[in-house]
């Protein structure tokens, strides 16, 4: 297998006596995840986490007899700690009077840095905060904590389920006996009413979810041939799961094709993007969107996340360039 690897990589950047790895075929560091840890400051503040998936704990805190379920997660790189609570489903986002958005994104203003997000997946609205990670305490969590459940119960008007009942539509049947005169629409103003808030509707997620060529990978600063990436017809497929989760198909060749699970963080000055493969080994990298061109800069394995989309003679990390089909 490895003389395969080595005879493949040489032909791809034609200098055979300095090849490195292929950055679509290369072996992944292993993953450094902090979830375990958080857990276990969670059970040393009285609180008993529920894993909901290898990532993500669930914790309820409980008021007058009112529980709040709030979801823990560390982002990518294991810098920032997120929060988040979801609220009920919004049976027809279409229909829901303008004013209901309106409102969760004035309610933005006053609660920063929290916020509310409708996501479309799961039809919920949903509040989220983050905070670094730094130094981390059991007793600074307990206070984000405390306080991301303060900001869930004081803005419940705000999220409660019956702002975002749906008014009657245009393609509803009229009422037997008009209450209004004839010249008034009945809901003019639902004509307008968008689907979901505009800051949820596209996401870096959504951006990536397509197919994307490869049209160009430079390695210790030289770029590989565009005919032999013709020839390979390099490739990546981005797929979003219901529940908001990203895959990558990632094609190597005509008959290679690996497939990985996909983590990025795009509140990040630099954004962020993990590949982990079915062995939970993640390979770290940045990532930016400008249009239909994807670029995406890897570091070497062992080596630190990159910090720029440069790549030299002393540098390890590789630059990919893609565009969407």
Same mark, same amino acid.
């Given at each position: 297998?490895?003389?395969?690897?080595?005879?493949?990589?040489?032909?791809?950047?034609?200098?055979?006596?300095?090849? !490195?790895?292929?950055?679509?075929?290369?072996? &992944?560091?292993?993953?450094?995840?902090?979830?375990?840890?958080?857990?276990?400051?969670?059970?040393?503040?009285?609180?008993?986490?529920?894993?909901?998936?290898?990532?993500?704990?669930?914790? =309820?805190?409980?008021?007058?007899?009112?529980?709040?379920?709030?979801?823990? *997660?560390? =982002?990518?790189?294991?810098?920032?700690? +997120?929060?988040? *609570?979801?609220?009920?489903?919004?049976?027809?986002?279409?229909?829901?009077?303008?004013?209901?958005?309106?409102?969760?994104?004035?309610?933005?203003?006053? @609660?920063?840095?929290?916020?509310?997000?409708?996501?479309?997946?799961?039809?919920?609205?949903?509040?989220?905060?983050?905070? #670094?990670?730094?130094?981390?305490?059991?007793?600074?969590?307990?206070?984000?904590?405390?306080?991301?459940?303060?900001?869930?119960?004081?803005? !419940?008007?705000?999220?409660?389920?019956?702002?975002?009942? /749906?008014?009657?539509?245009?393609?509803?049947?009229?009422?037997?006996?008009?209450?209004?005169?004839?010249?008034? /629409?009945? =809901?003019?103003?639902?004509?307008?009413? %968008?689907?979901?808030?505009?800051?949820?509707?596209?996401? #870096?997620?959504?951006?990536?979810?397509? $197919? +994307?060529?490869?049209?160009?990978?430079?390695?210790?600063?030289?770029?590989?041939?565009?005919?032999?990436?013709?020839?390979?017809?390099?490739?990546?497929?981005?797929?979003?799961?219901?529940?908001?989760? &990203?895959?990558?198909?990632?094609?190597?060749? /005509? $008959? !290679?094709?690996? =497939?990985?699970?996909?983590?990025?963080? %795009?509140?990040?000055?630099?954004? !962020? @993007?993990?590949?982990?493969?079915?062995?939970?080994?993640?390979?770290?990298?940045?990532?930016?969107?400008?249009? *239909?061109?994807?670029?995406?800069?890897?570091?070497?394995?062992? $080596?630190?996340? %990159?910090?720029?989309?440069?790549?030299? $003679?002393?540098?390890?990390? +590789?630059?990919?360039?893609?565009?969407?089909?």
């Amino acid at each position: 297998m490895q003389l395969r690897v080595a005879v493949f990589v040489g032909a791809l950047i034609a200098t055979p006596a300095v090849a !490195q790895p292929d950055p679509l075929v290369r072996p &992944l560091p292993p993953a450094a995840s902090g979830t375990e840890a958080l857990g276990k400051f969670l059970r040393d503040i009285g609180f008993e986490p529920k894993a909901l998936s290898p990532d993500v704990y669930q914790i =309820s805190v409980e008021r007058e007899r009112w529980p709040v379920h709030i979801m823990l *997660s560390l =982002s990518t790189d294991g810098r920032r700690i +997120w929060l988040e *609570s979801k609220f009920a489903p919004v049976d027809d986002p279409d229909r829901v009077p303008p004013t209901a958005w309106k409102r969760l994104l004035e309610a933005n203003e006053k @609660i920063g840095p929290a916020h509310f997000a409708f996501d479309k997946t799961d039809r919920r609205v949903h509040l989220y905060k983050s905070f #670094d990670n730094m130094a981390l305490t059991s007793d600074r969590l307990r206070r984000e904590v405390e306080a991301f459940d303060a900001t869930v119960r004081k803005t !419940q008007d705000y999220w409660r389920g019956e702002n975002f009942r /749906p008014v009657i539509g245009t393609n509803d049947p009229p009422p037997p006996t008009p209450m209004i005169p004839a010249a008034v /629409p009945v =809901s003019r103003e639902v004509a307008s009413v %968008p689907v979901v808030p505009a800051s949820r509707e596209v996401t #870096d997620a959504d951006k990536l979810a397509a $197919e +994307w060529e490869v049209i160009g990978i430079q390695i210790k600063g030289r770029k590989t041939p565009d005919d032999v990436l013709k020839d390979r017809k390099a490739a990546i497929r981005f797929r979003l799961s219901a529940n908001s989760h &990203l895959t990558a198909d990632i094609r190597m060749g /005509p $008959e !290679q094709t690996r =497939s990985v699970a996909v983590k990025i963080d %795009p509140e990040r000055p630099a954004k !962020q @993007i993990d590949f982990i493969d079915d062995r939970d080994r993640a390979e770290a990298g940045i990532y930016k969107i400008e249009g *239909s061109t994807l670029t995406i800069c890897f570091a070497a394995p062992g $080596e630190g996340r %990159p910090i720029a989309f440069t790549t030299n $003679e002393e540098s390890k990390n +590789w630059v990919i360039v893609l565009k969407k089909k």
